[in-house]
Nanobody
Framework: QVQLVESGGGLVPPGGSLSLSCAGSSINFRTYDMRWYRQAPGKQRELVAAITPVATGGRSHYADSVKGRFTISRDNAKNTVYLQMSRLKPEDTAVYYC??????????WGQGTQVTVSS
């Protein structure tokens, strides 16, 4: 059974930093696009960052709202994807979800981790 387990969420003051991790199991991790989404209360889930498999260049993509502040990376040896977040803003407050995707059939989600940016 495929599992994605996020960790690293918490409370951080505006301007602070936080690093999220997502560890996958029972999955051929290296072949998946890995993505971070977030969902704030009352809002739709939005794509924050994505990284392609190394075999296709390991290219990253970011939402405009986080460009220059967030960095996505992956360690295929550890079946883990990371999201390094800096210069956090209150509007970054959301539940952050890890997603592994190759097609609509092979599409897996973690349980989410709460990030709260507040003083």
């Amino acid at each position: 059974q495929v599992q994605l387990v996020e960790s690293g969420g918490g409370l951080v003051p505006p301007g602070g930093s936080l690093s999220l991790s997502c560890a996958g199991s029972s999955i051929n991790f290296r072949t998946y696009d890995m993505r971070w989404y977030r969902q704030a209360p009352g809002k739709q889930r939005e794509l924050v960052a994505a990284i392609t498999p190394v075999a296709t260049g390991g290219r990253s993509h970011y939402a405009d709202s986080v460009k220059g502040r967030f960095t996505i990376s992956r360690d295929n040896a550890k079946n883990t994807v990371y999201l390094q977040m800096s210069r956090l803003k209150p509007e970054d407050t959301a539940v952050y979800y890890c997603n592994a995707f190759t097609s609509v059939i092979w599409d897996y989600w973690g349980q989410g981790t709460q990030v709260t940016v507040s003083s």
